[in-house]
């Protein structure tokens, strides 16, 4: 794999936000996304710091979005997939995963009397 240097990264991050700009422009039609992508190409090349400034900033932007989309994403999973699941699973099973006891045991934990010989562990999986 090829490492790019920090001249090749300033350059390529601007590029990629006015290739976005470009398809904005066609799919909305509004000037403002062309002249933002020729802004950002110009930017890229003739003010070196001022690209590797927007750069760094995009980054810090992308990785805050990533943090706040991943908990987004998680919780709407959790919340409205597994949860649902669970209530169903615990309207057709009756109670819990494992509730295989009597109402009245006042546990779940099943004593197990097993000797264990040097065979068991020979082949765990």
């Given at each position: 794999m090829r490492k790019y240097t920090a001249r090749e990264k300033?350059?390529?991050t601007p590029a990629l936000l006015a290739a976005a700009s470009l398809v904005?422009?066609?799919?909305?039609r509004k000037p403002v996304f062309l002249l933002l992508a020729l802004g950002l190409l110009?930017?890229?090349?003739?003010?070196?710091?001022?690209?590797?400034?927007?750069?760094?900033?995009?980054?810090?932007?992308?990785?805050a979005?990533?943090?706040?989309?991943?908990?987004?994403?998680?919780g709407a999973v959790y919340f409205l997939l597994l949860t649902p699941l669970a209530f169903?699973?615990?309207?057709?099973?009756?109670?819990?995963?494992?509730?295989?006891?009597a109402p009245a045991v006042p546990t779940y934990?099943?004593?197990?009397?097993?000797?264990?010989?040097?065979?068991d562990l020979e082949n765990p999986w």
């Open positions: 300033d350059l390529e904005l422009y066609l799919v909305f110009l930017l890229a090349l003739f003010f070196r710091k001022a690209a590797a400034r927007l750069t760094a900033l995009w980054l810090r932007f992308s990785a979005l990533g943090a706040v989309n991943a908990k987004i994403v998680l169903v699973f615990r309207l057709l099973h009756g109670g819990g995963a494992g509730s295989k006891t934990f099943i004593q197990r009397k097993h000797l264990f010989v040097p065979g």
